[in-house]
């Protein structure tokens, strides 16, 4: 255990004798802090708008004049994607899944402006994050400083010297690990760093308070970011000692160690997306709204009151109350009918959409099975929900989004029905003071605990590979000792 | 670098590019059939519009309940580099109701797989390639400088510069023909389909001359270090550097300075603005649409009921008061197209993707064209239908074979950014190879 200590000691301060280790630390730090200082005040400035212009729609919903219901139900609502506090961390998807959703009665719009819909063909070659810095970079980072760990010392001929003299392959192994592991903790310390102080210096500005998350949940958060961050990093660690100390000069263990950044980063993500999408295709918007027309075509239309759809409905609602006309009715019939056909409308689309979100999750499934072969798909992954800013929780408000869609437009129906009355359909208003009474859309993100229990294979698949390398380390060395 | 790893990086090379050809036809397929079903959707719908109307209906009617498909033919090296292509559609549906919300409706896609990048010919060309190249070539020097076989070398072939021209010039003709070959393997996939022959020719040109800063590149870190390990460090620290972080960098950069407020403030004012004139006195604001629309001076008076005339003009009225967001929404976003470009000189890779974007007609500016023609298409539904409606006119099934049908749009033709700052910056890399250094000491 001594010889262990020492050796990692011996190796951290070797390591942070180079010159380039400390220029490397000096680029990485400005990395980090452009990432950090860039990425908040973005998204503070995005926050900042899209409150106003929350605040804005819901000042208008409330100041609307005398309406009748249901042209307030096509005046409809705005459902805003609301930015989670750690989107400056990691924006995850939040730029392609639009920021903004028209809710109207009969029909659920498509989510628009979506940032990367802004983007130049340029901006696919991605954006710098400090989620970025936290897993790729500083992965990279660990191959550059940790490549010659164990090479080196066999090329200078020194490895055979400190076997000599007595120390054990095993705490030789475990000494470069530990050593490299010290080395790179002051570019790890400098994510939370960097990360707290940009915080410190937006929120103080932006006035922002944040209701997604409460603030406990944030610390919380931020400590299993840092835990997830510290796994990926000593992975690669693991990988790069082992890759070292297989390595017959340091040129290959360098290029093999690069090699393998690259097809974790860069390569094995995007052939991951190009397969799932080309495997299970998703389909078009055309062929979606087509399928969606011709059921909805079914079911008749419920502007109609004439449609032979509903005049069964329509005499069951008669026989009811013992009316003979529509007019004689106590509630207002076409309130009724649109509540109606709201009400299949949106089981069509429900059923349409969990078609396409199934293929989505063939899709991701795809993309968790390839995230065996790269471990920053796995970070990624893990960063994304921690951040609130996946796909699971940008789904999970596009159903919030339209339950209170669906919620509203049946309350404005429910007023249609009661306080309209049949005869006086079409000239009728209906008092402002009603507007009043509608509540405003909060979705709430996934909870913590549904994140851990949703990011649960990540995390087993970089501990479980962390062990592995272990493992075979063990196996490995304990045969050469024997040997 | 030599022997079996050549192989080893080339086939790899070859193999990565061979599985984004792969990626891209079905890609490219999947695009064409979206286009291609358009005409029997289009039909379907009308079916059953003639069903619903058969005894015939108002013409406010068949028009509020028509929408025809607008598109945009994809270029064939659209399936080599895909662009924007997967968050900016190819199709668009429009009803004569107002423009802008329909729009900016993102395609069905999968965030996640968005994000994470598309794997196409450009992305091979323009990242893989270079490492490759870098591979193969940085140790052209360092290989006999760290067995001391330099100065032998320098004395049999007359200084270094040959011997370095030369080493770097066979891993860049590998490295070229294997791109070659990959882009022979396109033309055979795609049916051998060079008919935009010069826009191919340019697209494939285009990646040459990148590699061709990336030589220029090989040889000035190979001229600069004397052992494989230093020169491989530089080399990849350099590649990571300009293909990875850099463009990181400068997109984020980017749109943290280029908000774009105006897509928000757009949707919200355009409906506040058409349900606002909903609740005022009509003729005023009947007034100020015919102002412009003095086509149809025949509907001058508007009744307090409801009348399909006032609907759409009213629409309409809420599309001319966001006119102006409309336009600097386009402007911001070209703004941001002009600064990516100019940024772009100083990282290749960013130039070569707008480049071959721009070729391949998948980059934003193509987008914006598609939006300016579904603009013009949107006008031509209401040149046929106001004097219908304005007139009262009932139309039967038998009408509809006469509403404007889009018309089948050629990909615009854009002037790609300039590639001059490829051959400056190939020339600048050049002017630091300085070999003869590597015997001084």
């Given amino acids: ?483 | 670098m030599r022997g079996r790893s050549t192989w080893i990086v080339l086939a790899a090379l070859f193999a990565a590019g061979m599985f984004s050809l792969g990626l891209g036809a079905s890609f490219w397929r999947t695009q064409r059939e979206e286009i291609a079903r358009l005409p029997a959707q289009y039909e379907a719908q009308m079916e059953r519009l003639a069903h619903r109307y058969a005894k015939g209906d108002e013409a406010g009617y068949w028009a509020y309940y028509t929408a025809s498909p607008t598109w945009q033919q994809p270029h064939p090296l659209a399936a080599l580099a895909w662009g924007v292509r997967d968050v900016a559609p190819l199709v668009t549906w429009v009803r004569l109701l107002g423009l802008e919300p329909q729009l900016y409706d993102a395609p069905l896609g999968n965030p996640r797989l968005q994000a994470l990048g598309g794997f196409d010919l450009a992305f091979v060309l323009g990242i893989l390639a270079p490492c490759a190249l870098l591979l193969l070539s940085h140790d052209a020097l360092s290989r006999d400088a760290s067995r001391g076989t330099l100065p032998l070398l320098a004395a049999q072939a007359g200084g270094l510069a040959p011997v370095l021209a030369a080493r770097i010039a066979a891993a860049l003709l590998l490295v070229l023909t294997t791109c070659a070959l990959l882009w022979l393997a396109s033309l055979v996939w795609s049916g051998l389909e060079i008919r935009p022959a010069l826009d191919s020719a340019t697209w494939l040109s285009s990646a040459a001359l990148h590699l061709l800063f990336w030589a220029a590149l090989a040889a000035a870190i190979a001229s600069a270090t004397r052992t494989p390990a230093a020169s491989l460090a530089t080399a990849l620290g350099c590649w990571v550097f300009i293909v990875v972080l850099l463009p990181a960098l400068v997109n984020l950069a980017l749109s943290a300075s280029f908000p774009v407020p105006e897509g928000l403030e757009l949707t919200v004012r355009q409906r506040q603005a058409m349900h606002e004139t909903w609740d005022q006195p009509r003729q005023p604001n009947f007034a100020r649409f015919l102002s412009e629309r003095p086509e149809w001076p025949h509907a001058k008076e508007v009744p307090e009921q409801f009348t399909w005339t006032w609907y759409y003009a009213m629409h309409e009225l809420a599309d001319r008061s966001v006119s102006e967001l409309a336009k600097s929404y386009a402007q911001r976003l070209r703004e941001r197209r002009v600064w990516t470009e100019r940024l772009s000189w100083l990282c290749p890779p960013m130039l070569l993707q707008l480049r071959l974007c721009a070729i391949a007609r998948t980059d934003l500016e193509s987008h914006l064209i598609h939006l300016e023609r579904v603009r013009a298409h949107h006008h031509q539904l209401k040149l046929h239908f106001f004097p219908l409606i304005a007139a009262d006119k009932t139309l039967l099934p038998a009408d509809a074979a006469r509403f404007p049908r889009f018309s089948d749009s050629a990909p615009p033709s854009l002037p790609p950014p300039a590639s001059t700052p490829l051959i400056l910056l190939s020339i600048a890399a050049l002017l630091i190879v300085r070999p003869s250094r590597l015997l001084a000491a």
């Avoid at chain 1, 997830?228 to 890759?243: F, N, P, S």
């Avoid at chain 1, 029905?417 to 208003?429: A, F, G, K, L, Y």
């Fill in chain 1, 1 to 483: 255990m001594k010889t262990l200590t020492w050796i990692a000691q011996q190796e951290a301060r070797l390591v942070w004798r180079r010159l380039s280790t400390r220029v490397l630390w000096g680029l990485f730090t400005l990395f980090l802090v452009a990432a950090a200082l860039l990425s908040h005040q973005r998204q503070t400035s995005e926050r900042r708008q899209q409150r106003h212009y929350q605040e804005l729609v819901r000042r208008e919903w409330m100041e609307q004049p005398d309406r009748h219901p249901h042209r307030v139900a096509h005046y409809g609502n705005f459902a805003f994607k609301p930015r989670s506090p750690l989107a400056s961390f990691d924006p995850g998807v939040e730029a392609q899944v639009g920021r903004v959703q028209y809710l109207e009665a009969h029909r659920q719009n498509a989510m628009n402006f979506a940032e990367a819909g802004g983007l130049t063909a340029a901006g696919r070659l991605g954006e710098l994050s400090p989620a970025f810095v936290a897993g790729p970079l500083l992965a990279l980072v660990i191959a550059v400083i940790g490549h010659g760990a164990f090479v080196e010392d066999r090329e200078l001929g020194r490895l055979r010297v400190l076997l000599a003299q007595g120390a054990g392959r095993h705490a030789l192994w475990w000494g470069k690990a530990g050593g490299l592991t010290l080395a790179i903790t002051p570019f790890a310390l400098m994510v939370p760093v960097a990360q707290v102080a940009a915080t410190l210096l937006w929120s103080g500005q932006s006035g922002l308070t944040d209701s997604l998350f409460g603030s406990d949940a944030l610390l919380l958060r931020g400590c299993l970011l840092l835990l997830a961050m510290l796994l990926h990093a000593l992975l690669w660690v693991l990988v790069t000692v082992l890759v070292s100390s297989l390595a017959a000069t340091r040129a290959q263990s360098a290029a093999t160690l690069l090699c393998m950044w690259l097809c974790a980063c860069l390569v094995i993500p995007r052939a991951a997306a190009g397969l799932a999408s080309a495997l299970s295709p998703l389909p078009t918007r055309s062929e979606f709204n087509a399928r969606l027309a011709s059921e909805l075509e079914k079911l008749g239309d419920s502007h109609n009151p004439d449609d032979p759809a509903y005049v069964t409905f329509r005499e069951g609602l008669l026989r009811k109350y013992g009316a003979v006309s529509l007019d004689e009715l106590p509630v207002n019939y076409k309130g009724i009918l649109m509540a109606k056909g709201e009400e299949q409308t949106s089981q069509v689309f429900e059923a349409e959409m969990s078609r396409v979100e199934s293929v989505m999750d063939r899709q991701d499934a795809l993309v968790s099975a390839v995230a065996w072969l790269s471990p920053v798909l796995s970070w990624q992954d893990i960063s994304m929900r921690l951040c609130g800013t996946d796909v699971i929780a940008a789904r999970r408000f596009a159903r919030q989004a339209e339950a209170w869609r669906y919620g509203f437009v049946q309350k404005l129906n429910a007023l249609q029905r009661d306080h309209i009355s049949h005869s006086q359909n079409s000239t009728q208003r209906l008092d402002r003071s009603h507007w009043q009474e509608f509540e405003e859309f909060r979705p709430v993100a996934p909870s913590l605990a549904e994140v851990l229990r949703g990011s649960q294979p990540a995390w087993f698949r970089l501990g479980l590979a962390c062990v592995i390398i272990a493992s075979a380390v063990g196996l490995m060395e304990g045969r050469r000792r024997t040997a």
